[in-house]
């Protein structure tokens, strides 16, 4: 099947680094080892995160000339024969897909979509209505997020269903996590003496993107949180850069003995890294799920993290680590610092992430699931 993909909040091509980005990257990997051929409509990004209508208005209009420039192409070249877009809310609605699907008169699937009711009218209370159009014209939306389930039920017709994949990774790890010929003893001592740290300590982890907004929330809850930890026990390693690299570092300035900020790292060296730690400490404010979370899991390493989103469908509390409520943030430290001092706990919850991630998030599993979603929609065809 040919199928045209877009991916409106962050194009798989995007240069810079994020969660969304490597999704889209996974979902298109997924759909041609079906044999599926692929094909991106456009890199044009309808994310707007300010709020501001005439900004949304220019997205618009270049969102209607990539529809009409894709009319003319498909004219005289093989069509898609099914519209596979990824990500759609409010700040990132999808003017193109489901516009390109009703002229192409094929079948139009989502994976990942959100609705936000409080927004009807607000500052992008037009992406509001898009996202609830697409919404309801989508013959299958594919869920990654329990949560986001509940509040796309009431908006669909009969003919529509929801399907919940629980999100991937495209490696299924071995026990270990295969990160080279080194043992992860040997491995830890080796990065210890390169990096300074301190094997005796317990070493903390966390993967994120330094930017404005929720990420920068995060970061500045943990620093507060690392604060009130005994020093003496923990480092704690920062992976991720962007725009807020240095507000950011200066919120651990008063522990800056104890945090080591590693920059953007490769994938590689990120698995590393997860390998050699003992937690991954993040509060993962207002996340949907977090691939970082993910890798976390599939290295073995348990987690202490808040309750958003769909963060609890990953880190499961009490056996892959601790998931904590959000309005009681002296639960997220008491929780990190219990672990911190448990190291019998540390290593029974690393062989279960290892096997939680085996079960539920391999790959070859996401892609027959993801195959037989396409195949049904496509079978199906276009509603009347």
């Known amino acids: 099947m040919k199928i045209g993909f877009y991916a409106p909040l962050k194009s798989p091509n995007h240069p810079v680094a994020s969660g969304d980005r490597a999704m889209a990257g996974l ?75 009703n002229r192409l008169h094929v079948p139009y699937l989502i ?12 500052r992008w209370r037009i992406g509001h209505q898009q996202t609830l159009k697409c919404i309801r014209t989508a013959q299958t939306i594919i869920a990654f997020n329990p949560m986001d389930v509940e509040c796309l039920k009431p908006l669909l ?18 026990q270990p996590y295969h990160v080279s010929a080194l043992t992860k003893p040997a491995l830890r001592k080796q990065f210890a003496e390169r990096y300074h740290l301190d094997s005796n300590k317990v070493w903390l ?10 990420k920068s929330t995060s970061y500045k809850q943990l ?19 962007g725009e807020n690299f240095d507000q950011i570092q200066n919120f651990f300035k008063p522990l800056a003995a104890n945090c080591f900020f590693m920059g953007e790292l490769g994938r590689e060296s990120i698995h590393q890294w997860l390998v050699v730690g003992d937690i991954f400490a993040w509060p993962a404010v207002n996340e949907a799920y977090g691939l970082a979370l993910l890798e976390a899991l599939a290295a073995g390493l348990p987690a202490v993290v808040q309750n958003y989103g769909g963060v609890s469908s990953i880190v499961e509390h009490n056996r892959t680590g601790y998931v904590t409520n959000p309005d009681n943030r002296n639960e997220f430290t008491q929780s990190l610092a219990k672990l911190i001092r448990d190291e019998n706990r540390r290593k029974n ?36």
């Not at 982890?205 to 929720?214: E, F, K, L, P, W």
């Not at 620093?223 to 850069?241: K, P, R, Y």
């Not at 027959?368 to 009347?384: K, L, Q």
């Open 27 to 101: 979902l298109i990997k997924a759909l041609t080892s079906c044999g599926h051929e692929v094909e991106i409509l456009s890199e044009l990004r309808s994310w707007e995160g300010k709020g501001v209508q005439s900004a949304q208005e220019k997205t618009i209009a270049s969102a209607q000339k990539e529809v009409e420039r894709l009319t003319n192409y498909y004219q005289t070249n093989r069509p898609p024969e099914l519209i596979f877009v990824y990500h759609v809310y409010h700040k990132a609605p999808d003017w193109i897909g489901v516009e390109l699907a």
């Open 111 to 122: 994976a990942e979509a959100s609705f936000a009711p409080k927004q009807v009218h607000g």
């Open 157 to 174: 017709k009969s003919s529509q269903s929801i399907e919940l994949l629980s999100p991937f990774l495209d490696e299924r790890p071995a």
């Open 205 to 214: 982890i966390t993967v994120a993107m330094m930017r404005a907004g929720d």
């Open 223 to 241: 620093a507060e949180t690392l604060s009130q930890i005994d020093m003496d026990l923990w480092q704690w390693v920062a992976i991720g850069g």
């Open 349 to 384: 919850m690393a062989a279960a992430a290892i096997k939680k991630f085996i079960s539920k998030h391999s790959y070859p599993t996401a892609v027959s699931n993801i195959n037989a979603i396409c195949n049904h929609v496509g079978c199906n065809g276009a509603p009347d």
